[in-house]
């Protein structure tokens, strides 16, 4: 028989888990998302940053014939950091394996590219400017609220909350189901950035596989990666308390304030994108813990609504995808049947979403002495663990980014490491 299945948001988690059920023939799929489509806008108009995908989001990809191609063609690879230090010094931190990066909005596009190329609308429509003010689970029902025209409700054999960090989802199930969920913001706030990564008459020339991080006093730093066309997009990060931009008020002075305090960037910023800064909102980060991710038969939660982390490790993208690929392989493994499939998600993912926000918070330290010591294990264990591969494994962060190791696993086999950050950020 024929499910209808309702996603809230077409965001890469929504979209991702389309294709696959789409692959499995047996359902009809509505997805409603509040933003409009990003293919019809220019990429900077709408709230988007840089994603890296590692092993795990590339893998969730991989399933779906030609997708990964399609991503890569959009995609940046990059093969290590440059950390941009006062007085023109350089630290190189390179990646034995490269990271894609792409924007946030395009790795959407082209999973609804994709999406449109190989199904037809009768098995799945995306309804864009449609936010989803309400759910029902008693009577399986959503109230959704097209941005021109009346409310309407629709039906679901199986609602699926992708609806990011603030889920009218999550908020239904944490009020009507019992759900135990925590919300909290990390403390740093961002604002986007756009950028290209050529001056040429100031001689200014970034390199075009690296990312590029400049640290301006434990206060702000910023980071922007390269995208195809010589274009670098990233982010300012700031303390939410301690926003640097807040006195300034005209693009001079925040021309003048990245060329004093982000040279390298400062160079490459047109006066056009200082008044774009200055003008564009400043964003926060939620992060989201629940105790499980489904409801009964019939509700589920995936990617960052059921486990926003912060993006300090980078992997809220490639967890949500990594949801995606093990649901698939429990619809297979249950024929689906989603009154197993459901509750053997939560089962197996929670402990992995717990331990992902455990590494996210305390992978990487913010004192001196700690990040010296962080970078030197890193550097002795790939080198020990390329000599020894069976006995030294890599430290935590390559563990994280190079393999697909549950994530409670790699928390376990860094537990010490962990510790020793959490002790000295209290
Ligand atoms: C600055 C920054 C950098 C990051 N860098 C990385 C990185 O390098 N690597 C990585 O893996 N992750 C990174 N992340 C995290 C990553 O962006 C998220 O984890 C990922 O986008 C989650 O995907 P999602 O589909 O679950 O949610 P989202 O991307 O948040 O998508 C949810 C969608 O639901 C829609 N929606 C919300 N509410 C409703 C509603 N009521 N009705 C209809 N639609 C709704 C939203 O408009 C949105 O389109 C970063 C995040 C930030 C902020």
């Not at 609806?163 to 969920?181: K, M, P, W």
């Not at 009154?339 to 929670?350: A, G, I, T």
């Not at 020990?384 to 030294?392: C, K």
Request: hydrophobic content about 40%; charged content about 25%; glycine content about 6%.
């Amino acid at each position: 028989m024929v499910q209808k299945v309702v996603i809230i948001g077409a965001g890469p988690a929504g979209l991702l888990l389309a294709h696959y059920l789409l692959r499995r023939c047996n359902y009809n799929i509505d997805i409603y998302e509040r933003r409009r489509d990003p293919r019809l806008t220019d990429i900077s108009s709408d709230r988007t940053f840089p994603i890296s995908l590692q092993k795990r989001g590339r893998k969730a990809i991989q399933a779906i014939a030609g997708l990964e191609e399609a991503i890569a063609a959009q995609s940046v690879f990059c093969e290590g950091t440059i950390l941009y230090g006062k007085k023109g010094k350089l630290r190189q931190i390179p990646r034995q394996n490269p990271v894609l990066t792409i924007d946030r909005n395009r790795l959407v596009s082209i999973l609804l590219k994709h999406l449109n190329e190989t199904s037809s609308p009768n098995q799945v429509k995306v309804h864009f400017n449609c936010e989803c003010t309400a759910v029902d689970g008693t009577a399986k029902t959503v109230t959704l609220h097209p941005k021109e025209g009346d409310s309407f409700t629709a039906d679901y054999d199986l609602l699926v909350g992708a609806d990011g960090a603030r889920s009218q989802v999550r908020e239904y199930l944490a009020h009507n189901a019992g759900f135990t969920c925590s919300q909290n913001y990390v403390p740093d706030a961002y604002k986007s950035v756009f950028l290209s990564r050529l001056n040429p008459s100031a001689g200014v020339e970034l390199e075009p596989n690296k990312i590029h991080v400049y640290n301006l006093n434990n206060q702000a730093r910023m980071l922007m990666v390269p995208q195809p066309g010589d274009q670098l997009h990233g982010v300012i990060i700031f303390g939410a308390e301690n926003n640097p931009l807040e006195g300034l008020s005209t693009k001079e002075e925040v021309h003048t304030f990245c060329q004093e305090k982000f040279p390298i960037f400062g160079q490459l910023m047109s006066l056009e994108e200082a008044e774009a800064l200055l003008k564009r909102p400043v964003a926060r980060v939620l992060t989201v813990r629940c105790d499980r991710f489904h409801e009964g038969d019939s509700m589920l939660l995936i990617g960052d609504a059921a486990h926003a982390v912060s993006p300090s490790i980078g992997q809220g993208c490639n967890s949500s995808l990594e949801d995606v690929l093990i649901l698939g392989q429990l619809l297979e493994q249950y024929g689906d049947d989603w009154d197993q499939v459901l509750p053997k998600f939560s089962e197996q993912r929670v402990p992995d979403a717990h331990a992902l926000r455990e590494l996210s918070d305390y992978t990487f330290p913010r004192q001196k002495f700690l990040v010296v010591e962080f970078f030197l294990r890193t550097m002795v264990k790939r080198l020990f663990h390329r000599w020894f591969p069976d006995w030294v494994k890599p430290f935590v962060f390559d563990l994280v980014l190079d393999t697909d190791l549950p994530y409670s696993q790699v928390l376990s086999l860094s537990q010490g490491w962990i510790n020793k950050v959490k002790r000295s950020s209290t």
